[in-house]
């Protein structure tokens, strides 16, 4: 595998080349939030003994650099035995029996987002920066660099997300400044990392037909607090097992927390017909109901083929 996604194709002045649920971690459970801390605690002690460069570069010794990456991946992986079996079947609905590879690791999501201050040159610059934009993502799906995508119908902010299998953040942030829509000023980009199963994630089928999903995002609710209490694990607790019901009814397909996404804890992506539908399964959940956390609701439509 090339050190970089866009090894071969920069993305600057041109078209790219032409191109069950796996609940990933309990962190996303406990507002998504534990994990970046643990990893911020290494960060800080390392740094009292002069010790700290950025996990992400390039130029760390080998040896130093493994001691990290194993540390994190301690810490984002902590109690993934506890439920690393529930995998929906192609069929969904079930457990599957087999234990396939579920490749967990770290990949990017990038949000997408009307930029509200754009003022076009002219009535034709919107249809032809979207067009453009447009054939731009497609290319990028043909070629396998975009691994999962999907628009936004119907929100007047949120315009598109897209996951790409790479881990360095860095890479994805210069890539998407390549974008017709960024680029024209029409879209403004945002960047998380994310983590989850990446064997969920495949090829769209040819030619591109998109089908319906809903993305949910959940959130720090207002009674959400870093605390462990006998209530709060047994909130945990009811949590997960919902999550495990919404698995077997084959409604939820995948799901991860956010590397250091503040606020925001992690991804619900559903199979549903429906927000209603949607909103009704996650009222559900226990961490909901107590205000711990809360969820955004968004349709979301992607190429066949994309999600198992």
């Known amino acids: ?69 194993q540390r994190m991946i301690k810490a984002i992986t902590s109690g993934i035995a506890l439920f690393i079996s529930v995998i929906l079947s192609s069929s969904g609905g079930s457990i599957a029996q087999e234990k396939p590879d579920l490749d967990m690791g770290k990949m990017q999501m990038v949000f997408l987002k009307r930029a509200r ?100 995002l959940l959130v720090r609710g207002p009674k959400w607090t870093s605390a462990q209490t006998e209530d709060s694990k047994k909130i945990q607790s009811g949590h997960m097992a919902n999550i495990n019901r919404l698995a077997e009814l084959g409604k939820l397909v995948l799901a991860g927390p956010y590397f250091s996404g503040g606020d925001r804890a992690g991804v619900f992506i559903f199979k549903v017909d429906s927000i209603e539908e949607a909103e009704s399964l996650t009222n559900t959940d226990p961490a909901v109901i107590a205000g711990r956390l809360k969820i955004e609701l968004h349709h979301w439509l992607v190429p066949k083929g994309m999600l198992k």
């Open 1 to 69: 595998m090339a050190d970089s996604l866009f090894e071969g194709n920069r993305l600057e002045d041109g078209y790219a080349s032409t191109r069950k649920l796996r609940v990933s971690n309990p962190g996303i459970h406990r507002g998504g939030a534990e994990n970046a801390e643990t990893a911020q605690r290494t960060k800080s002690t390392n740094a009292v003994r002069g010790d700290a460069p950025k996990p992400e570069s390039r130029f760390l010794d080998a040896p130093f650099r493994k001691i990290q990456v």
């Open 117 to 216: 201050e754009w003022k076009p040159a002219n009535k034709a610059e919107p249809a032809k920066t979207e067009k453009d934009h447009r054939d731009y993502i497609v290319n990028l799906i043909e070629s396998r660099k975009c691994a999962l995508e999907g628009t936004v119908p119907g929100n007047e902010d949120l315009y598109e997300i897209l996951v790409f299998k790479t881990e360095s953040i860095e890479e994805i942030q210069t890539a998407v400044k390549s974008f017709p829509g960024v680029k024209a000023g029409m879209l403004q980009a945002e960047v998380l990392s994310w983590y989850a199963s990446r064997a969920a994630i495949t090829a769209a089928k040819s030619p591109i037909v998109q089908s319906h999903y809903v993305f949910g």
